[in-house]
């Protein structure tokens, strides 16, 4: 009886992990497109994020902390290199929309120095490992591609590669992005956008997919493609 409710206690906080780093990371996002930030260092800050918790716990590090030193270092790492200021000012704003932004005082240097503090602890746990390969420049690779199999017509009548990055944009909401291989995760991007305009491209000998990205199999596909549509189903739990 006791094994039953440990692991029915497991599952319960597990579940509560994932909504709260569904959230973190919207806040990751969301405070990115207010800072300015590129497509590629908010997936950065999310990634740097999602590995650190791989192997902290949400019992013992503040996640909201996390994601701002995220942020900040996604900037150096990627040299599009942001201001603790700002990053201070937008994230405030974000927690209390009516308020004004922090006076250079106490709370605001004590907030810096934790920031500052948190930066050094996500690259000690990462090993200093800060440098990622995204699926970004993959997708463009197999947008191009299918693009070549569609007329012209069928390309710019459907939104094909507008909702493969928007996809590829929700991926980093969960661990979803640091779990499966930056070329499987663009490809199944391409083939849930596709799937959703009912999209069909010519058959070879071969598969388009196959010929784009040789070692993705149709399983591995449909386990990425189910992980995706969970991070909806939990958008709609986090709302």
């Known amino acids: 009886m006791s094994t039953q409710a440990s692991t029915s206690g497991s599952v319960r906080r597990s579940a509560e992990d994932s ?7 919207r806040f990751i996002i969301e405070t ?9 260092p908010m997936a950065t800050a999310c990634v740097l994020y999602h590995r650190f918790f791989q192997s902290a716990s949400l019992q013992v590090y503040e996640p909201y902390l996390v994601a701002m030193s995220a942020i900040y270092l996604a900037g150096k790492v990627e040299e ?7 990053i201070i000012n937008v994230c405030h704003r974000y927690f209390h929309p009516e308020s004004e932004p922090l006076e250079l005082a106490g709370k605001f240097w004590e907030l810096r120095d934790s920031i500052v503090q948190c930066e050094l602890l996500i690259l000690r746990q990462l090993n200093f490992q800060v440098s990622f390969e995204h699926p970004h420049k993959y997708l463009l690779q197999y947008l191009l591609s299918v693009r ?9 009548r459907t939104p094909i590669a507008e909702t493969a990055l928007a996809v590829l944009k929700d991926s980093y909401h969960g661990s979803v992005c640091v779990r499966h291989k930056p070329q499987h995760l663009a490809l199944t991007s391409l083939c849930l956008a596709l799937q959703t305009y009912g999209v069909q491209l010519p058959r070879g000998e071969l598969e388009w997919w196959q010929v784009v ?17 969970q991070l909806y189903d939990m958008e709609a739990k986090c709302t």
């Open 19 to 25: 909504k709260t780093h569904f959230r973190v990371c």
């Open 80 to 86: 599009q290199h942001l201001r603790t200021r700002d």
């Open 32 to 40: 990115g497109v207010k800072l300015g930030m590129r497509s590629v």
């Open 148 to 156: 070549s199999l569609l007329n012209r017509h069928a390309w710019s």
């Open 213 to 229: 990205c040789a070692d993705i199999t149709k399983t591995q596909i449909e386990t990425i493609m189910s992980e995706l549509l």
